[in-house]
């Protein structure tokens, strides 16, 4: 008998430890089941790290973790991904968050559940190549400037740049480049004069000589040097009515995302290189790695937008949309913090 007795203390000890490591998982069977467990998520530009969050928590099963099929629609903009959701051919649009001020302003409430990023991770540079002598904005007058789509945070970001040096969208002309190696060749091979895009697309070509930023918001003070205060950037936002129809389904989203926004907060440079797709390298690895290190600290910590943040961003989408009235739009219905304050507390974000 004596000799069983330190069996059984071992036993014990680790049915003790077990038990101890379930009740600190998230308890999955807990949870609400979704109403809708298909789920399409249309998003312009999926292999930026503007959009990182959602790779991650695709990649690591996040969504099947939580009772969902999410299919993920890829298109050249932020823009074109917001009209698939307008349509009807997407569920939610993982998207930037001013386009929920813009829809209200044309009487469409979309709203806000989850937020990937705190800065918009936009950086706006001139061509080395076509304009070797820039001193000022003055000197983008008549200018091509590329952007990731007509309407997208790129192209915001770049009108704000403009009207700051005195130049309106009129004075040059916009086109349309994507995220990727559309970008990179139009700059490159003198297709356009200036480029506001997201990373890692702006980091390759900085590092390579390609490039002179002259604006920055890839970074916390970056982007409160450029608009005066938090700016929320890639969230997840969908119509209210599915929002209200469809709430456990949102829930399961926000989890998703916050869980994988947990992740990044730990993940080493090796855990991103297994993660991502080979694609999203942009065949460079180390200028990728490079690229993240300097956008990591723009991803939101924990899926919840700041108080003061649709504020900054009304503040920015007037200033470059004339048409837009801001005592016109509600603030409080663009966005809820409802969703991810749950997954936060769930998932100890």
């Known amino acids: 008998m004596s000799r069983l007795l330190p069996i059984s203390r071992r036993v014990f ?26 789920i ?15 790779t991650i928590s695709e990649q690591l099963g996040y969504f099947k973790a939580e009772g969902l099929e999410v299919e993920i629609h890829d298109f050249p903009g932020g823009a074109k991904a917001l009209q ?23 009487n469409q409430f979309f709203q806000s559940f989850v937020l990937q990023g705190r800065a918009p991770q936009i950086a706006f540079g001139v061509s080395a190549r076509t304009l070797p002598n820039y001193k000022s ?32 969208a009129g004075d040059v002309s916009f086109v349309g480049v994507g995220t990727s190696y559309g970008a990179l060749d139009a700059l490159r091979f003198g297709q ?44 997840l936002y969908a119509p209210m009515e599915f929002i209200r129809k469809n709430p456990n389904t949102c829930q399961a989203l926000a989890h998703a995302i916050v869980r994988g926004l947990k992740w990044l907060q730990t993940a080493g440079p090796g855990d991103i290189i297994k993660t991502v797709p080979e694609s999203y390298f942009l065949d460079d690895r180390a200028l990728y790695l490079a690229s993240f290190s300097k956008v990591r600290e723009s991803l939101s910590l924990d899926g919840i937008i700041p108080e003061d943040g649709p504020r900054t961003a009304l503040k920015a989408l007037v200033s470059c949309d004339a048409s837009i009235k801001p005592d016109r739009i509600d603030l409080a219905k663009t966005y809820t913090n409802n969703f991810a304050q749950r997954a936060k507390e769930r998932f100890k974000a």
Do not use: W
Request: charged share 15%; hydrophobic share 45%; net charge neutral.
């Open 40 to 54: 399409t998520i249309a998003v312009g530009g999926k292999a930026s790290f503007y959009y990182l969050p959602l």
């Open 192 to 235: 356009i004069d200036a480029l506001s895009n997201i990373d890692p697309v702006m980091t390759i070509l900085e590092q390579k000589g390609d490039v002179r930023i002259i604006t920055d918001t890839r970074t916390l003070k970056g982007t409160a040097e450029v608009f005066g205060g938090p700016m929320p950037a890639a969230c």
């Open 137 to 168: 904005i003055a000197d983008l007058k008549g200018s091509r400037i590329g952007v990731s789509a007509p309407g997208s945070s790129t192209h915001m970001i770049a009108t704000l740049a403009l009207s700051r040096g005195g130049l309106s």
């Open 13 to 38: 000890t680790s049915s003790t430890i077990l038990a101890a490591a379930a009740l600190a998982l998230p308890d999955l069977r807990a949870q609400p089941q979704p109403e809708a467990r298909k």
């Open 84 to 106: 698939a959701v307008v349509a009807g051919s997407a569920d939610v649009c993982s998207g930037a968050f001013e386009h929920t001020l813009n829809l209200q302003s044309k």
